[in-house]
Every structure is written in structure tokens, then in C-alpha cells.
């Protein structure tokens, strides 16, 4: 998409949104050519600071550069996410990344000098990654600490390598299962971190199915809230059991949480029922996790504090 492009499809989103921030993602934005980087945001600057809020950008955290960055500060770049997808040299070697988990740790630090907001791209069940490995990536990325987090599991599309070495059989890639438990895994140490996880698995698209690109591999449209459930669903089975909760009458919450607790078709209900019996789930606007037992009730807080609980 060329600048003027850019600029056009900014003007049409004018009319329906403000105060958002323009994302130049889909490659590495700061390999390209510095000249045609400025481009692109001397085409924002009228808008800059009014409808506008800012810009953020997605690159190889081989393609960062101090300076450059605060270049682009002054011209209303906010945010930086960084295509690390793994935090295991073995494995980024293995999928042919092209950079190093030093990479990853050089260029967090040069966002975080320029004082711009920090996201990191992770990818689950990459080659040559094992359970171990993965937590090993997320271990380091809770170093890092970021302001958010983007988690995607490893797809095998058509005319890629990949697809080359799955139709070799030199790579396997996670079933749907596995895939869940380690989001899971992930998004439980990030959310203890105060790391956000702003996304979980990829959008539907029209070439992203098995009728178009899709050969193999764990996808589902709601692969995000799956991982949801499975953490909640595990984090309040441990957490009634502590409080020496034998049985749930009602699970009270607000309607976005419960959705999450019962599940794709409900799992977590299921899960929730063959340890504490029939469970009534009743939406509310108050914001509380309330869970009713035969003797008495338990307030659980809002979800953070739910997340939360030891």
C-alpha cells in the first residue's frame, strides 16, 4: 500500500471512529526504505493529534534502530511490537527467524529508552519448540515485562516453508489441545505479571480456512477465549477447593465472565459440574464474582482479582 493508499483509507475511517491510533502492520515496518517510512507519517500529520491519537507499528526486533525510533516518536509513533514468537535460540533457528533471543532483549530496551509503548508477538508450538522450551519463552518475555502481549499458534499454510517441512513429516505441529493448555500456561503467568494479553490466536479470514491456505494446525475462531476458559475454569476449581468448597449452587457475575466460564460448548460448565455438582450461572451488571454454596457465599472480586487468587 502506497502512502497516498494509507492516507485515503485514513480519511474514510474519519467519519466512523476518533481518537485511534493507525497500525502499519502485516511486515517489518522499519526495514523499509527510511524515506517511504516518513512518507507514511508525513501523510498522518495533519491528523495528529485530533482524530488521531498516535501510530504504532509492528518489526523484526532485528530492524530497530535508536535514533530512527525517535524520529518516528516526533512524528507520532506510540506503540512498538516486536516479532520475537520465541524466546529459545534453538527454536527460532529451527523456523528460520533470522534473529537472536539477544535481538528480542536489544531492541525491548531501545523501545523502552524512547519511552514508547512495548508489545511482543509470541507464537506457540513453532519447530523444534517442546513444552519446556515454551515455558522457557514465556519465562523470559515476564522479564522483559512488556505492556502487552499478542499470543498465536503456529499454522502450516500453503506455498511456505513450513508447509514443506509438515509435508516431509519433519514437523508436527500442535493439536488443538495442546495448543489450549500452553495459552493457557501463558496467559496465567502474564495476567500474574500485570502483562495484558490483547490477543490470542488469528482472526478468520478468507484464505485463513481449510477450503483456501489452511493445511494444518491448532485453529479455531475462538481460540482466545477457549484459552480463557480452560485458565479460569482451572483457576477457580483450585481456588473452591482451597476454600474447602465441596459444592456450587449459583456463579454469579457479569455476563462477559460467565461466557468465559461455561465455554465452547461447555467445557467449562462440564468441567465446573463434575466437581461441584448442577451450577445455576446468572448474569448481573455488578462487576463481583459471587459463587453460592449450600451454607454461605463467596465474593471473588472483578476478573483481575479473580486472575489473582492464590
Request: hydrophobic share 35%; proline share 5%.
Amino acid at each position: 500500500m502506497t502512502p497516498d493508499l494509507a492516507e485515503k483509507e485514513i480519511k474514510e475511517a474519519l467519519g466512523m471512529m476518533e481518537d485511534f491510533q493507525v497500525a502499519f502492520y502485516g511486515g517489518t515496518f522499519t526495514s523499509l526504505p527510511k524515506d517511504l517510512q516518513l512518507a507514511y507519517f508525513h501523510k498522518l500529520s495533519p491528523y495528529l493529534g485530533k482524530e488521531i491519537r498516535g501510530v504504532r507499528i509492528s518489526t523484526r526486533p532485528d530492524a530497530i534502530e535508536s535514533d530512527h525510533l525517535e524520529t518516528l516518536k516526533k512524528l507520532g509513533l506510540e506503540t512498538v511490537e516486536l516479532g520475537a514468537q520465541s524466546m529459545d535460540q534453538m527454536v527460532l533457528n529451527a523456523s528460520l527467524r533470522g534473529h537472536s533471543v539477544e535481538d528480542v532483549r536489544e531492541a525491548s530496551e531501545k523501545v523502552r529508552r524512547a519511552n514508547l509503548e512495548l508489545g511482543i508477538q509470541q507464537m506457540l508450538g513453532l519447530p523444534g519448540e517442546n513444552e519446556d522450551s515454551f515455558k522457557t519463552s514465556v519465562s523470559e518475555i515476564c522479564r522483559i515485562k512488556p505492556d502487552f502481549v499478542r499470543l498465536y499458534p503456529t499454522l502450516v499454510l500453503k506455498d511456505t516453508p513450513l508447509e514443506k517441512l509438515y509435508q516431509q513429516g519433519n514437523y508436527q505441529p500442535l493439536d488443538l489441545e495442546k495448543a489450549i493448555q500452553r495459552g493457557s500456561f501463558a496467559y496465567g503467568c502474564y495476567l500474574e505479571k500485570g502483562i495484558e494479553v490483547i490477543r490470542m490466536g488469528l482472526q478468520a479470514t478468507e484464505n485463513i480456512s481449510y477450503e483456501k491456505d489452511l493445511l494444518a494446525g491448532p485453529f479455531h475462531p475462538s481460540f482466545g477465549q477457549m484459552v480463557k476458559c480452560h485458565y479460569l475454569v482451572d483457576r477457580l476449581i483450585k481456588t473452591l477447593r482451597t476454600l474447602q468448597v465441596n459444592e456450587v449452587l449459583e456463579i454469579i457475575g457479569p455476563a462477559r465472565m460467565l461466557a468465559n466460564l461455561i465455554g465452547q460448548k461447555a467445557y467449562g460448565r462440564k468441567k465446573l459440574e463434575d466437581h461441584f455438582g448442577p451450577i445455576k450461572f446468572l448474569p448481573t451488571e455488578d462487576p463481583n464474582l459471587l459463587i453460592k454454596t449450600s451454607d454461605r457465599w463467596i465474593n471473588l472480586g472483578d476478573d483481575k482479582h479473580v486472575f489473582k487468587i492464590n
